[in-house]
């Protein structure tokens, strides 16, 4: 158990709609990533928030978004799904704001889009 | 943008067996990493490498950390069943906006 928490573990929705996945850093960990995980792309990072604000981005869509909440816990938002976003996301934190220190991974929401 | 090449892609191997993959890129990495997934669940990290030539073990895994900065391997002793699942490599960049960037992973299969 690595102690970052993700609900839901599997979502399901159709094309168009709008989902919010959620995400519990681990105790004392500042910082929380977002990643993308499908069959042909691997693993690839959305957005990163330390403390509140957004930290660095990596190929998220301007449908989607992502916040950081006062305590810690993020979300991130997609909108007009498409039946391509149908993939898992993970979480990982860390406790400093440089990409340089290690990342634990939460256990991943599997989004399918119909 | 970064790249890291991992290979193989996949490993079919007997319980017992050692077993090797590496990760290459033509960019320079501060800091590499090995990571353990296994089905529906998130990659846990197996080991973290932080200097150019360091070598390091977690049990039955070692993994070295590249003179030139641009590679890695990882090592698995006397393989055994649980071994089984998708083993990433990963690479944080040097200066800039620092980010992970992931292999796309070796399938690991072990035969009891």
């Known amino acids: 158990d690595s102690g970052v928490t993700q609900t839901p573990k599997h979502l399901i929705t159709a094309t168009g709609q709008r989902v919010t996945l959620r995400c519990s850093p681990r105790s004392g960990d500042l910082s929380v990533y977002w990643y993308q995980q499908s069959l042909d792309q691997g693993l690839q990072f959305l957005i990163q928030y330390y403390n509140g604000e957004e930290r660095a981005k990596g190929n998220i869509l301007e449908r989607f978004s992502a916040q950081q909440f006062p305590d810690l816990h993020s979300e991130l938002n997609l909108s007009s799904l498409e039946l391509g976003d149908s993939a898992l996301y993970f979480c990982?934190?860390?406790?400093?704001?440089?990409?340089?220190?290690?990342?634990?991974f939460g256990p991943g929401t599997r989004l399918l889009v119909l | 943008g970064q790249q890291l090449n991992q290979s193989p892609q996949s490993m079919f191997i007997q319980e017992g067996e050692d077993v090797s993959m590496n990760c290459t890129s033509s960019s320079i990495f501060n800091t590499w990493l090995w990571y353990k997934q296994d089905p529906g669940e998130g990659p846990v990290l197996l080991i973290a490498l932080y200097k150019a030539g360091e070598l390091t073990s977690n049990g039955r895994l070692t993994a070295q950390f590249g003179i030139t900065r641009k590679d890695s391997f990882l090592n698995i002793s006397a393989s055994i069943p649980s071994d089984v699942g998708i083993y990433f490599c990963?690479?944080?960049?040097?200066?800039?906006?620092?980010?992970?960037?992931f292999g796309k992973g070796t399938k690991l299969t072990v035969n009891p």
């Open positions: 990963a690479g944080i960049t040097q200066g800039g906006s620092e980010k992970l960037v």
């Open positions: 990982a934190s860390s406790v400093g704001s440089s990409g340089s220190e290690t990342q634990y």
